[in-house]
């Protein structure tokens, strides 16, 4: 059951066609954990948050620095020095006190027994290793995984729902796993949060999300969108 | 076959497969993706000629 005072918040979504209060309370029910509180997960949070989904568990061991802010608007330049996770469920709540919010700040690989319980991931890391361990553990525990990453004007969106569909490893299990200082301007990230929480939305509502099976290739710089099909490695290691 | 990289196009003569046009190009497979149409390809799969390929770099930011 909607309270009074969560017909009247979500009064704008409850009304959408196809949504309605059975879809919202779906989003109220859920339990989700969110890795890395950076361009992505900014974004991704306050939607997810704005939304209603209930239950939030958020993931980041890193604090504020200046250079985070052309990109990570949750934060101000009076918070460089905090650290995100904390910092992002406070700004969280004061949008939508209605959730529960816990934030954590230990390793990504420390924290398994913390979200094993949540019905989705979402990946807003800023590397290709922590992607993979978490595609692997995703793997392990049956979780659908929803990863994006940027650089520059560029950044991919796609779904891993196991034992269904192509796992990350399967596209980037060759790929190199360098991790360095990356160009990026703020929009981009801004722009592929918002299409994680976008299908976190609506693969939580029980609606069919469009990255299932296909990457979606994003280019700002010329506003291309170009959702392209992915193949199960039949050597894959991890999901084969 | 036609070869779009960074906003340019490339013709390249001949059959070949993903893993001898990156060579040729010289890109390390490690660092990009091949498009060919709406399908991502692995390094194996056999081009033609008349195919129109699309690369891009693997992104990892966040």
Known sequence: MLSKKELERYKRQLILEGFGEEAQKKLKDSKVALFGLGGLGSTASLYLVAAGVGNLLLFDPEKVEISNLNRQVLYQTKDVGREKAKLTREKLLSLNSEISISAYTERLQETVDIWKEAHLLIDCLDNLEGRLFLNNKATELQKPLISAAVEGWQGYLYTYIPRETPCLNCIFGNKSKRAEAFPVIGVTPGVLGLLEATEAIKYLAGKEVSTRERILLVNLETLTFKRVKVKKNPECEICS | ?62
């Open chain 2, 1 to 62: 076959m036609k070869v779009e990289i960074g906003g340019r196009v490339i013709t390249l003569k001949g059959n070949k497969r993903v893993r001898e046009v990156l060579k040729e190009l010289d890109l390390n497979p490690e660092t990009v993706l091949v498009i060919r149409e709406d399908e991502l390809l692995t390094d194996d799969v056999q081009l033609y000629e008349s195919d129109e390929i699309k690369i891009v770099n693997v992104i990892s930011g966040g």
